[in-house]
């Protein structure tokens, strides 16, 4: 039942933020861009009993997810601008962040 009510209740925010974007996009954007999903999933995790470590690693976990999901955002941005169709530009910017988060991971263990 939890499931249900986290399903429902995500998907309402995710909703509202999509309407409010059709009518306001820029605003849209910057109130989709707030870590509301990871604010979320930490609230739903920490709500289902999970310690304070697994909340610490998943926290920073999102921060390295960040470089990728920027470039990504980016490259889609420029493709939609220079009317990249829609699909395009999402594979674009998914193949983007690909290659991001690769090139990250594969730095990240020349380091250790």
Same mark, same amino acid.
């Given at each position: 039942?939890?499931?249900?009510?986290?399903?429902?209740?995500?998907?309402?925010?995710?909703?509202?933020?999509?309407?409010?974007?059709?009518?306001?996009?820029?605003?849209?954007?910057?109130?989709?861009?707030?870590?509301?999903?990871?604010?979320?999933?930490?609230?739903?995790?920490?709500?289902?009993?999970?310690?304070?470590?697994?909340?610490? #690693?998943?926290?920073?976990?999102? =921060?390295?997810? *960040?470089?990728?999901? !920027?470039?990504?955002? &980016? /490259?889609?941005?420029? @493709?939609? #601008?220079?009317?990249?169709?829609? =699909?395009?530009? *999402?594979?674009?910017? !998914?193949?983007?962040? &690909? /290659?991001?988060?690769? @090139?990250?991971?594969?730095?990240?263990?020349?380091?250790?």
């Amino acid at each position: 039942m939890f499931t249900i009510v986290k399903i429902i209740i995500s998907a309402a925010i995710i909703g509202a933020i999509t309407e409010f974007s059709r009518r306001y996009p820029q605003q849209g954007g910057v109130i989709a861009a707030l870590p509301i999903v990871s604010l979320l999933s930490i609230l739903w995790l920490y709500l289902q009993g999970e310690p304070a470590d697994k909340l610490s #690693k998943f926290a920073i976990g999102v =921060v390295w997810g *960040l470089p990728g999901t !920027i470039a990504m955002l &980016l /490259i889609i941005g420029i @493709a939609m #601008k220079h009317s990249v169709h829609i =699909v395009a530009s *999402l594979s674009l910017g !998914i193949v983007g962040w &690909l /290659i991001l988060y690769f @090139a990250q991971d594969i730095v990240v263990k020349l380091l250790h």
